[in-house]
């Protein structure tokens, strides 16, 4: 499935039988593999030193289950690149590479079709799959750790944060994505910045929206989770909405409360809950819940409504919690 046949999420999930996996977890896989993402860019400086192991990780998923697969471009953006030093046409033209690596991982996926897996040796099924182009939030650009805190400062208004979004959706959404996930959106202020910019008419592609939130009822910077939610149902381009980066024992409470105002597909795709050292840029380990523990919550998930969910895809030994 390309962007020119994806027609809604509904359409979508009819097609995967009800409900989709999401990767999810990309840095996590990255730093498995022996990636150092001690740096500003973070998951997006793969680009710059190995894109043959983002190619790895996402063909990875896909063969494990993964039917959304998000490019390594969250905290890929014009400013950061040219922060390092690159001029504006390498920094969007590394923001394009993330989405066509993501592509290229998927046409090898069905190149592989219809041949044992190296994993267990089943029989790799073609079947729909979509390229999410992932954008993360002002604070995520930041690297301060403002993303799990959505505290951006009075001099951060609405239109500062459409400029700052607005060229890298553009050079996103003409990549080759089928949809833009808009992840880890901390605040109610940048969700109305990435809704009136669907809008606006140079975004050609729909997206999905998903907060974030530490205590359960509200997203991380205290607004209510109902209101952010309601900002994406009055968006016709918004396809699902839901909860990313968030520790396991909110998700349920939180899909109940975001079905109250939503006729959208939601998503769930949450980290093991453990804390950020936004200082050393990195999790703490021994702070979440275990393996086996995460994987419980999934069918309370799926009990409390959800209808596209992350069910922590399983690569060999690890799980992608993150």
């Known amino acids: 499935m390309t962007g020119n046949s994806f027609c809604s999420m509904k359409d979508f999930l009819k097609q995967t039988g009800g409900y989709a996996v999401i990767d999810g977890g990309l840095a996590t896989e990255f730093e498995r593999h022996g990636a150092d993402l001690n740096d500003p860019l973070w998951s997006a400086k793969c680009l710059l030193t190995s894109p043959h192991l983002i190619h790895t990780v996402h063909l990875d998923y896909l063969e494990a289950g993964a039917d959304i697969i998000s490019s390594a471009s969250y905290q890929a953006t014009i400013q950061g690149f040219e922060a390092k030093g690159f001029s504006r046409e ?154 990313n980066c968030t520790p396991p024992r909110f998700i349920e409470g939180l899909v109940l409360e975001i079905e109250k105002v939503t006729s959208k597909p939601i998503l769930v795709y949450p980290n093991s809950g453990e804390s950020y050292d936004a200082d050393r840029k990195e999790w703490v380990e021994n702070t979440g819940v275990g393996d086996e523990d995460f994987v419980s919550y999934v069918e309370k998930w799926m009990d409390a409504g959800e209808r596209l969910d992350d069910v922590a895809a399983q690569i060999g030994e690890a799980i992608a919690i993150r």
């Open 90 to 243: 390498k920094s969007e033209s590394l923001l394009r590479k993330s989405v066509e690596i993501a592509c290229e991982a998927r046409n090898t996926y069905y190149d592989k079709c219809g041949t044992s897996s190296s994993m267990d040796d089943k029989i790799l099924k073609k079947r729909p799959i979509l390229v999410a182009a992932s954008v993360g939030s002002y604070g995520a650009y930041l690297a301060d750790g403002s993303e799990y805190s959505g505290v951006y400062g009075d001099s951060i208004t609405l239109e500062k944060l459409k400029d700052f979004h607005r060229r890298r959706l553009q050079v996103l959404a003409e990549s080759g994505a089928d949809l833009i996930a808009f992840e880890t959106i901390p605040n109610k202020i940048e969700a109305q910045a990435f809704a009136e910019l669907l809008e606006e008419g140079d975004v050609k592609i729909p997206g999905w929206f998903s907060f974030n939130s530490k205590d359960g009822v509200n997203v991380v910077s205290g607004d209510s989770i109902k209101e952010c939610i309601s900002i994406a149902e009055n968006c016709e381009k918004v396809v699902a909405v839901g909860i």
